[in-house]
T-cell receptor, first 110, second 113 residues
Framework: AQRVTQPEKLLSVFKGAPVELKCNYS??????LFWYVQYSRQRLQLLLR??SRESIKGFTADLNKGETSFHLKKPFAQEEDSAMYYC????????????FGEGTQLTVNP | NAGVTQTPKFQVLKTGQSMTLQCAQD?????MYWYRQDPGMGLRLIYY???????DKGEVPNGYNVSRLNKREFSLRLESAAPSQTSVYFC????????????FGSGTRLTVV
């Protein structure tokens, strides 16, 4: 069965500090991985997908198959990055449902 | 282009009452999903519809039913609401064949008293 674990429910950093949100997964194959972000009382938005290897709003995430991780990183956090972040996994090939982690609430302090 | 539209945005029910949450998408997506969001538990899949005319159970289907009315609309029904169903409900859709992730609705905040 596929599973996503985000070990930190809460993460607090100061503005300008580096931030890393951890995501570990279990899946017997090569999954497709995503990060979603939810700003206060807004809908969830796709932040980035591992298959596109993109950087959005300064965030990057690298898939480490050996450690089965997909950690989200940003070198210099901004106050507007404060939000709930969800890591999610789906089977490859599209058309499949997403399994979400528990979420990490990031707070960036001034 | 509205994307995914959910109604209502807020609802308070008494235990035992029934209601239907509505969801519609205008992106011609094949697949639609209903999730519930609870603190510390992330998003859990209730039901999904991979394509028009099909529905399947997710992780937490008990106490819910769904209807894929047409390609655009996917409703979630609570037949006899319980306090454990107090949650924020999100509808989502995706195109199905090409994996660009989900598009989410703005959510329905449901309280069962």
């Amino acid at each position: 069965a596929q599973r996503v674990t985000q070990p930190e429910k809460l993460l607090s950093v100061f503005k300008g500090a580096p931030v890393e949100l951890k995501c570990n997964y279990s899946y017997s194959g090569s999954p497709e991985l995503f990060w979603y972000v939810q700003y206060s009382r807004q809908r969830l938005q796709l932040l980035l997908r591992h298959i596109s290897r993109e950087s959005i709003k300064g965030f990057t995430a690298d898939l480490n198959k050996g450690e089965t991780s997909f950690h989200l990183k940003k070198p210099f956090a901004q106050e507007e990055d404060s939000a709930m972040y969800y890591c999610a996994l789906s089977k490859p090939g599209g058309g499949s449902r997403l399994t979400f982690g528990e979420g990490t609430q990031l707070t960036v302090n001034p | 282009n509205a994307g995914v539209t959910q109604t209502p945005k807020f609802q308070v029910l008494k235990t035992g009452q029934s209601m239907t949450l509505q969801c519609a998408q205008d992106m011609n997506h094949n697949s639609m999903y209903w999730y519930r969001q609870d603190p510390g538990m992330g998003l859990r899949l209730i039901y999904y519809s991979a394509s028009e005319g099909t529905t399947d159970k997710g992780e937490v289907p008990n106490g819910y039913n769904v209807s894929r009315l047409n390609k655009r609309e996917f409703s979630l029904r609570l037949e006899s609401a319980a306090p454990s169903q107090t949650s924020v409900y999100f509808c989502a859709s995706r195109i199905g064949q090409v994996d660009y992730g989900y598009t989410f609705g703005s959510g329905t905040r449901l309280t069962v008293v």
